[in-house]
């Protein structure tokens, strides 16, 4: 037996990305109660030469934007860093989980084959899809959803391991 | 075409406990450099009442253990939980990438759909191997790898994203 990409791909992104928006849904009850500046938590980072919590969840979404694009073939929708507050950055994720919705797991026939090329500014990356799918998006996305969680929960917000995993069962 | 549930397992946590090892090797340099207590490092906490680096790696580790010998259907090795220095958190990722090196993919063959049970205090979940995967091993798993980067990370170890990535060329 085995699996499709699409099952070790679109439906993790989007327990992760859900899982997040919770996660976030707890700081702003935590930031209401205790009267944080509502910018205070996008802003707030591990170290000062490290991504704050606002780019830590923009590029968990554009990791999973990304992904769902490239491994269906089609154009990625550009997404603008514009979020400061946590509202903000819940409707990024929204709006990243519309359309990692909207692929259906027929585009990812073949994708495990497909050549993905990443171009940055220094270096070309080219993959497989799969190689691309588990050494580059997978570790990425959990990446930075652990480090908006991290910041979260060093800073004092009360979510735990549950929050993180979700509707697990 | 589809891919195996080897393929998105056993090589993904091997590259991942791969790089931890590596980023315990520069902890360690910067460590030296320093002249940081031995013991510094793997007590370091995010927060009072969060895991130390050393339990991020044990469990980053026992994560990779018990998805390699459940999905494969083999007793889990005990390994106990006794490490405080960098080298020995090195050598307990040591001793399980020897372990789940030693899984073969026909091993893990029909293991997507095989019944995983995970005996909590509390709680009892039951998966299918792909479930017990993408919703548990895979989340868990980086969880605490990146855990513990942040943890190093944000004690001023130069690392950065490619040693988190490792050799994904």
Redo the contacts between chains.
């Keep these: 037996?085995?699996?499709?990409?699409y099952?070790?791909s679109i439906?993790?992104m989007t327990?992760?990305l859900t899982n997040l928006a919770a996660i976030l849904d707890k700081a702003a009850a935590h930031g209401e109660a205790k009267k944080v500046d509502p910018k205070a938590f996008g802003q707030s980072r591990?170290?000062a030469d490290?991504f704050p919590l606002s780019r830590q969840v923009q590029i968990a979404c554009d990791t999973a934007k990304g992904a769902a694009a490239r491994l269906a073939g089609i154009d990625i929708p550009k997404h603008e860093d514009t979020e400061t507050t946590l509202p903000e950055l819940k409707a990024r994720i929204q709006k990243t989980l519309d359309f990692v919705g909207r692929v259906k797991p027929q585009q990812l026939?073949?994708a495990?084959?497909r050549e993905i090329v990443l171009q940055f500014p220094n270096v070309t990356?080219?993959?497989t899809g799969?190689?691309y799918?588990?050494?580059?998006v997978?570790?990425?996305f959990?990446?930075h959803v652990?480090?908006a969680?991290?910041l979260l929960?060093?800073n004092?917000v009360d979510i735990g391991?549950n929050d993180?995993?979700g509707a697990?069962?």
């Design positions: 037996m085995s699996v499709s990409l099952d070790v439906p993790v327990l992760g591990l170290i490290m026939a073949g495990d084959g990356l080219k993959f799969l190689d799918l588990r050494k580059f997978l570790p990425n959990y990446f652990t480090m969680y991290a929960r060093a004092g391991k993180y995993l697990i069962q």
